[in-house]
Every structure is written in C-alpha cells, then in structure tokens.
C-alpha cells in the first residue's frame, strides 16, 4: 500500500510586513467607522434612509425656527428647548443606529476576531459608546449652530453676537447632556442582544414606558414623589438636570415647566451621573464576558 503524500501549493499569501499602528489606532477606526455607522455612511442606501430622514426633519425644524424669528424679530425656541423639542426623534435615531454598532457585530460572530488582535475588551464598547454620542450631539448641536448663524446676521452689532453665543453654548451643552445619557442607555440594551428588531423594541420600551410612571408618581398625594418623579425615566431626568442647571433657558412666557423639582436639582444631577457610570460599567462588564469566551 502507497505511503500518503503531500503537496504545498504556494498560492502568494506573505506575511505582512508594514507598520503596526497600535491601539490608538485601531480604537479611531472603530470610533470613525461607528460614526458613519450611525448615519449610514459607507452602507445600503436603504440603511440611510432613516438617519437621513431625522437628520433633514432637525434641520428643517431649526430652519423654520430661524426663519420665523427673522421675520418677527422674537426667539420662539431657544437653543436648550430645541434639544427638549427634538428628544423624541432622538429615541427612534438610538433605537436604530445602536442595534446597528453592536447587535449587528454581535449576530455575524466578527467580536472574536476583534479581540484575537491586541484590542482591550474595553475599547471596543467605549469605541461604539464614543461614536453613538458623537453623532447624537451632531444631530441635535448642528441645527443649533444653523440656528446660532441665522441669529447672529440678524444680531445688531457684535454685542448681540457674543450675547447669542452665550446663549448657544448651554444648549450645546444640553444637547451633550441628551447624546451621554440616551447613548449610554441606549447602546447597553443593544448589547444584550444580536437580533437589531428585539434590541430597537427595548430600546423604545425603556425611553417611552418608563413615561407613564413618571405620570403616575406626579399623582401621588407625597409632595416628595411628585417632585421626584422625573428620574425614574431618563428623558424626564435629562429635562430635570436641564431645568436645574439652566431654567431660564428653558422656561419662558411660551414654555413653562412640566416638573416641578423643588429642592432636589442636585438629586438629578446625581442620578443622571450614576445612571450613565452605572450603564458604562455594566457594559464594559457584558464586553469582557464576552472576550474572556
């Protein structure tokens, strides 16, 4: 009987030799590929359709908003209740650009191949966290800065300028406070699952039916309850942080407050900190269970 013999075909493969960029690298093409992830760059044009669907509504709205104060000579919206007017389109934009950075990884098997390489568990979720934040705030910060240009050729002399400017730089801040809170929340649940459909429905299901026990605390015969109501959802809780820390922004003639927060501004602000601490962790927590497979 014939001994088995063997033949290596050289079919080309070499071994790379060019530079290795290292980690700061391979976490800025994670965090850029996210980005674009999140608007559909670089994707179907049918995965565009939405992101640019909420990204012309937002710019229209603040193009209307400026338009009309042109020719009233009144702000009808500030820059912070923009960012309070547009929330809801920002929970259907999270629904949908967060299932696409982690669920779709998540279901095609490719996160063994990211920590194959020299990747700390850790980069890779707060690669995808940095980049759904980044694009929140694009969508809500860049209308307010239409918003500022259209204010400030209007503005009479460079006073009124630098006093649109202060008013701008607290909405953007707010609109920061909006992308931290609902990317934390939102990228979280997306992690729990690869199915992008039951990760979207969660992340609808916490943002909106967590609402009705704010209205159902607000009932309540305790004074305390009443005002403490908005943190047990986070939209209300980022609108509480918001009411606290710049209500003359936010409130006017034309817009009054729907929480009352009496004293416990401060009691927002913390639970907003360890809403957002809390998810990070638990998500760097899901990561490295995930690597150490």
């Not at 700061?24 to 674009?36: K, Q």
């Not at 559909?40 to 400026?66: E, Q």
């Not at 509480?240 to 003639?253: A, S």
């Not at 809390?278 to 927590?285: I, S, T, Y």
Request: proline share 6%; glycine share 10%.
């Amino acid at each position: 009987m014939p001994e088995p013999t063997g033949v290596i075909h050289d079919i080309g493969y070499q071994r790379y030799t060019g530079p290795r960029l290292g980690r700061r690298h391979v976490f800025g093409a994670l965090y850029l590929h996210g980005v674009r992830t999140a608007f559909g760059l670089g994707r179907s044009a049918k995965a565009k359709i939405f992101p640019w669907l909420v990204v012309g509504i937002v710019l229209l709205v603040a193009a209307a908003v400026t338009a009309i104060r042109s020719q009233i000579g009144e702000v009808i919206m500030t820059y912070a209740q923009f960012a309070d007017a547009m929330s809801w389109l920002v929970i259907f934009f999270v629904a949908v650009a967060a299932p696409e950075l982690v669920s779709r990884d998540m279901r095609s098997g490719v996160l063994p191949l990211y920590f194959s390489r020299p990747l700390p568990h850790a980069d890779y979720p707060l690669a995808k966290l940095l980049a759904l934040a980044t694009a929140l705030f694009l969508l809500l910060g860049a209308p307010q800065l239409l918003m500022f240009l259209g204010g400030a050729f209007t503005a009479d002399g460079m006073g009124a300028v630098w006093d649109e400017l202060l008013d701008l730089l607290p909405g953007l801040l707010y609109a920061g406070l909006w992308a931290v809170v609902f990317s934390s929340v939102g990228l979280l649940i997306a992690s729990l699952t690869g199915k992008r459909a039951f990760a979207a429905g969660g992340i609808v299901a916490v943002f909106l039916m967590t609402t009705p026990i704010v209205g159902i605390l607000t009932v309540l015969p305790s004074q305390t309850a009443n005002q403490l109501a908005g943190i047990a959802s986070p939209p209300t809780l980022v609108q509480g942080v918001g009411l606290w820390t710049m209500r003359d922004l936010l409130v006017t003639e034309a817009n009054t407050a729907d929480l009352d927060l009496g004293p416990f501004g401060p009691v927002y602000a913390l639970a907003a900190v360890a809403l957002v601490a809390g998810c990070v962790a638990l998500l760097l927590a899901r990561y490295k269970k995930v690597a150490a497979r």
